[in-house]
């Protein structure tokens, strides 16, 4: 199957996006209106415009709208906050369905705030994100499993996006995990497709999409040691697909490893969110040819053009036909 015909199948898929769906500020400030604050002393930075979009799982859905997906939905939980009404009017406003989100009182949106600096157009001052360090309490736990369940049936795709970088707070608990692995036993003919920064090696049943680093981490905090064929065998029967930046991607197997090429890029901009573009294209080629190979091959060809684009890019089926062109 070519690459066109590949792509021309994505609009008839409906995909989900389970976990931590972030919001993303992005702040252009002017070095010229910096003041110090008269009441506090301290040093002030002028902001002169925001730009938003959504990040972490939020970067893939994205990316799925913009590969064409014909349905894209997003589960996951967000404050009843003002950057809780930011995000899902970003998310609505290019189509992505927002109704599975669970608004929770006392809970602060996931949102990274980043300075750039409006004379050079780079980030240069330290970001401020809210995060969460609590677990959600057990009713809210409940709930997203049980939307869970509810939804599966509508979806062909499920990526899960686990992104939270501390112990406590992410969506993706053990029951969320545990429900994900069940629901994937039960509905073989659908993909799931998890993308998890530190718990990888807890995951089950699913198509598993760490980086190099996060896999090699993942296998040593299971195994002991580094073995990546071992650690695709304790998830499950899936492949385990490895993004190793510019080199490509390994396809490993229970029959072998196998290399898939990355698309030459010369003078990357910005690889922020290339992993989450990676698995939006492969995920849905993995759901067109049942290829890990292909869904390999189909998001590098992704990545290769969101990496030329500065922030979290997208990439359509017009730009992956050219990069294969261009490859």
């Not at 730009?51 to 709208?65: D, F, S």
């Not at 009182?105 to 750039?116: A, E, N, P, R, V």
């Not at 003078?267 to 573009?277: T, Y």
């Amino acid at each position: 199957m070519s690459t066109e015909d590949i792509l021309g199948r994505f609009p008839g898929l409906r995909a989900l996006v389970v976990g931590d769906i972030c919001l993303d500020r992005w702040c252009r400030y002017d070095p010229a209106a910096a003041d110090v604050s008269r009441e506090t002393g301290i040093p002030r930075i002028g902001v002169v415009a925001t730009q938003t979009t959504a990040g972490a799982g939020g970067t893939v859905a994205t990316n799925l709208v913009a590969l064409g997906a014909g349905q894209v939905g997003v589960l996951g939980v967000i404050g009843q906050d003002g950057f809780g009404y930011e995000l899902k009017r970003t998310l609505g406003r290019i189509g992505i369905q927002t109704d599975l989100l669970l608004e929770v009182d006392g809970s602060q949106t996931f949102t990274y705030t980043k300075l750039i600096n409006n004379q050079t157009g780079v980030e240069d001052q330290p970001r401020v994100d809210f995060i969460s360090t609590r677990d959600f309490a057990p009713e809210v736990q409940r709930q997203i499993i049980q939307r869970l369940h509810w939804s599966v049936e509508e979806y062909d795709v499920i990526l899960v996006s686990d992104q939270a970088e501390t112990e406590h707070g992410g969506v993706v608990t053990a029951g969320v995990r545990e429900t994900i692995s069940d629901l994937a036993r039960k509905h073989p003919a659908k993909v799931f497709w998890a993308d998890s920064r530190l718990r990888l090696e807890l995951f089950r049943d699913v198509v598993a999409k760490p980086n190099l680093q996060e896999a090699r981490e993942a296998s040593k905090r299971l195994l002991g040691r580094v073995d990546l064929q071992e650690l695709r065998r304790v998830i499950g029967d899936k492949p385990l697909v490895v993004t190793c930046g510019a080199e490509g991607a390994q396809v490993i197997e229970s029959g072998g490893t196998r290399w898939v090429p990355g698309a030459p890029v010369e003078h990357p901009v910005d690889v922020c969110g290339a992993g989450d573009s990676f698995s939006a294209g492969a995920a849905l080629t993995l759901a067109v040819t049942g290829s890990a190979f292909e869904a390999a091959r189909i998001g590098n060809l992704v990545a290769s053009v969101t990496i030329m684009k500065p922030g979290t890019g997208t990439a359509s089926p017009a730009e992956v036909l050219q990069a294969e062109a261009r490859s």
